[in-house]
């Protein structure tokens, strides 16, 4: 059974830094391509980032650039997004998710074959 647990979410004010963790088991975890997606109240889930297999290519949205970094640890299984100078506006739930390739289509959460339950990130002004 394949398992995507994240964690690390929680409150933090305006300017601060959170690392959010995603732990995966039941999938030979160096042989996906794994991303962060986030949906706010009320919007539609969206593309944060995405790391290749052995963590040589990143992919990032736009509005996260410079300020959010994914890393990964093949030998623990183990996902990470550091998310610095965070802003109320980067609020939602936060998922990892795994993709079997690295697609054209990333930000198409479809593409994805597995999903994490979410950790909620808040952040205050």
């Known amino acids: 059974q394949v398992q995507l647990v994240e964690s690390g979410g929680g409150l933090v004010q305006a300017g601060g830094s959170l690392r959010l963790s995603c732990v995966v088991s039941g999938l030979t975890f160096s042989s996906y391509v794994m991303g962060w997606f986030r949906q706010a109240p009320g919007k539609e889930r969206v593309f944060v980032g995405r790391?290749?297999?052995?963590?040589?290519?990143?992919d990032y949205t736009d509005s996260v650039k410079g300020r959010f970094t994914i890393s990964r640890d093949n030998a623990k299984n183990t996902l990470f997004l550091q998310m610095n100078s965070l802003k109320p506006e980067d609020t939602a739930i936060y998922y990892c998710?795994?993709?079997?390739?690295?697609?054209?289509?990333?930000?198409?959460?479809?593409?994805?074959?597995?999903w994490g339950q979410g950790t909620q990130v808040t952040v205050s002004s």
């Open positions: 790391m290749s297999q052995s963590g040589a290519r990143t």
């Open positions: 998710a795994a993709d079997n390739s690295w697609s054209l289509r990333a930000r198409d959460s479809s593409q994805y074959d597995y």
